[in-house]
Nanobody, 114 residues
């Protein structure tokens, strides 16, 4: 059974940074592409970033390009999202997602407010 557990969210001021983590289990993590998605209150899911199985290929939504960095450590079965220069519109619940089964974790809340 695919299990994904996100962590690292919190409340930060505009311009701040956070590092989100996603601990994966129940599948061969190194074999599958992963992505981060987010959902702001009252809005639908928004794709944020994607990484292929070995980390060689990454992609970002225009809204986060240059501020967010996705990475993974296959030895630790962990996915990361470094988020810098946070804006209030980045406030959302952030989920990691395994792209074979489309399973998501429970999410971690990011709130950007002064």
């Amino acid at each position: 059974e695919v299990q994904l557990v996100e962590s690292g969210g919190g409340m930060v001021q505009p311009g701040g940074s956070l590092r989100l983590s996603c601990a994966a289990s129940g599948f061969t993590f190194s074999s599958y592409s992963m992505r981060w998605v987010r959902q702001a209150p009252g809005k639908g899911l928004e794709w944020v970033s994607l990484i292929n199985n070995n980390g060689a290929i990454t992609s970002y939504a225009d809204s986060v390009k240059g501020r967010f960095t996705i990475s993974r450590d296959n030895a630790k079965n962990t996915l990361y999202l470094q988020i810098n220069s946070l804006k209030p519109e980045d406030s959302a619940v952030y989920y990691c997602q395994e792209l074979r089964s489309m399973t998501r974790g429970q999410g971690t809340q990011v709130t950007v407010s002064s």
